[in-house]
């Protein structure tokens, strides 16, 4: 059988799948879900926009024939990965998470762990600091509810209107970023708190590798909980579950 794959995406974890499949002949397609306005260009078919939750992705996997799922979204894309797994069960199909190992803090970090993104507003109640916000620009409306910091922001898109934070300086910018910049921009504004969710791999680790050399404590968002299913690390694990599952790679 030769497969035809649906990658869900917006990694770069998907991308270098994407970029090991584009060799192979095989037929698959990149999902992205549309938060950033100009995606970067992929070596197979992309898609971009949602799929109306679990009905409509399931539409979408009998329409297009799919038959392999792979969930490389981020480990925070919580609702998405459960919308894949509900809709694998309901068609049988086989479901398969490329996904990065999440950090573990150090000798030398200074973490301090909450669930979730309401925790981590309710962490900041206190007197004003200059806060890192590294959350991404969906939830920087939950952290309108503490306004007496001086938050410093990294979109990878330019905000179109006011900010809901009073107080933020944004650099527009679209990783991957090193160490040494990101300590650089810490310095730069005076930096005492980070903010993160515990996304892993190596692509958003400079913050963290930046704050352990400054000394900065990091409130670290930890990773949502996700129903039961088999995670791989590389996309030549991937590969090799397609292999295995029966399908025709055509090597």
């Known amino acids: 059988m030769r497969p035809t794959l649906l990658i869900l995406g917006g990694t770069t974890e998907a991308t270098a799948l994407a970029a090991r499949l584009a060799g192979t002949g095989l037929k698959a397609t990149l999902s992205l879900a549309g938060r950033v306005e100009t995606p970067k260009a992929q070596p197979i078919p992309m898609r971009v926009g949602g799929f109306g939750g679990v009905p409509g992705l399931i539409a979408y996997l009998r329409a297009e024939g799919v038959t392999h799922v792979i ?20 068609l049988g199909l086989p479901l398969v998470a490329l996904t990065r190992p999440a950090w573990m803090a150090g000798l030398l970090d200074t973490w301090r762990h909450v669930p979730d993104i309401a925790a981590a507003v309710a962490a900041l109640s206190g007197p004003p600091r200059r806060v890192f916000l590294a959350v991404g620009r969906m939830h ?5 509810a ?10 990878v898109d330019a905000p179109k209107g006011p900010l809901p934070l009073p107080q933020a300086d944004v650099v527009v910018s679209r990783g991957p970023f090193t160490e040494a910049g990101d300590r650089a921009l810490m310095e730069g504004h005076g930096t005492e708190l980070v ?3 515990n996304a892993g791999g190596t692509g958003a680790r ?6 352990r050399a400054l000394g900065l404590p990091v409130l670290m968002i930890d990773r949502p909980v996700l129903p039961a299913r088999r995670e791989l690390a590389h996309p030549d694990e991937v590969l090799d579950w397609l292999a295995h599952s029966g399908a025709d790679l055509g090597v």
């Open 140 to 144: 920087l409306e939950a952290f309108a």
């Open 206 to 211: 400079a913050k963290i590798d930046a704050a």
């Open 195 to 197: 903010v993160s969710k």
């Open 71 to 90: 969930d490389a979204t981020h480990p925070f894309a919580a609702q998405m990965s459960r919308n894949a797994v509900e809709a694998c069960t309901a």
């Open 146 to 155: 503490q306004p007496q910091h001086r938050y410093l922001l990294r979109l």
